[in-house]
């Protein structure tokens, strides 16, 4: 436990906390509305951003978060003129990864930081990350606590929720911008080669023991801690990247819920096979 001494590990550790549980409040949005696609052009948009930051020699963060969130709303508003969604994303998925390719190619020099941002590492996490995460934990746990039915009905039914004259279009706006900022906030944690893994990986290990949207959200929280924590120390004991090790961890537990249920599932057959004979 020595490597607890050491403050960018302790760093490392308080993110990988506050970042599973806002990736999971997201994620089962995500998953639940049918939106990992979505996700992913998000992502890789924000690629255009991290260039443009570059070559303007300004924060490439905050350049990620306003392709980020431009390209959010961009797929949105294009899906919302007849232009089929996956088409919508396709153009931003490809646009960014291409102005971003442009931008790194016309930058003197070298990209430091480039290789963490594509691929993560949860090590240089540093106290000023740690706030934007608890900032934007807070927000969501804020918005959760007060708009947990709506978000729930347009989650599984938007034209449902327009029948109970619910702000549909607002709630799925804010989710959407919030979808993004998540994303961008994450990248330097788990990469944008592995992040829609962090997305989307606790939330369907939940549904195979869980149904309610609550309990596949804090289910899902559990695994993505336990993944986070777990994949930290594995990677310092073996030395491999954070980033794969974390994933990897939560490959293995959505092989193993996967195993256990199948297996419950065929006892609960012959259990029943047996009653009825």
């Not at 195979?208 to 929280?221: C, E, F, H, I, K």
């Not at 297996?263 to 009653?275: A, D, H, P, T």
């Amino acid at each position: 436990m020595e490597i607890l001494e050491y403050a960018f590990f302790r760093n490392a550790l308080a993110g990988v906390v506050l970042i599973s549980v806002a990736t999971a409040i997201i994620g089962t949005y995500i998953a639940t509305r049918r939106m990992v696609f979505i996700s992913g052009g998000i992502t890789h948009a924000c690629f255009g951003g991290l260039g443009l930051g570059y070559f303007l020699g300004i924060s490439p963060l905050l350049m990620a978060t306003v392709f980020a969130v431009g390209g959010s709303l961009g797929a949105d508003w294009l899906s919302r003129r007849r232009v089929r969604e996956d088409t919508a994303v396709g153009v931003i998925w490809a646009l960014g990864m291409a102005l971003g390719v442009l931008f790194i190619f016309l930058t003197p020099g070298h990209a430091p930081e480039l290789n963490t941002f594509l691929f993560g590492n949860v090590l240089t996490i540093t106290h000023l990350d740690l706030w934007l995460f608890a900032i934007l934990l807070a927000v969501l746990l804020a918005g959760w606590a007060a708009f947990r039915r709506q978000i729930i009905a347009v989650s599984f039914d938007a034209d449902f929720a327009r029948t109970r004259h619910l702000p549909v279009r607002t709630i799925e706006t804010v989710m959407t911008v919030l979808v993004a900022v998540t994303i961008v906030l994450t990248i330097r944690m788990i990469g944008i080669m592995l992040l829609m893994s962090l997305m989307t990986l606790p939330q369907i290990t939940a549904e195979l023991a869980a149904s309610r949207y609550s309990s596949v959200q804090w289910t899902a929280a559990l695994l993505s801690v336990a993944g986070g924590i777990g994949g930290l120390f594995l990677a310092y004991v073996i030395s491999v990247p954070a980033s794969a090790a974390i994933v990897l961890l939560l490959v293995a537990f959505y092989i193993v819920g996967s195993v256990i249920k199948k297996i419950s599932y065929k006892r609960q057959s012959v259990r029943r096979l047996k009653e009825e004979a």
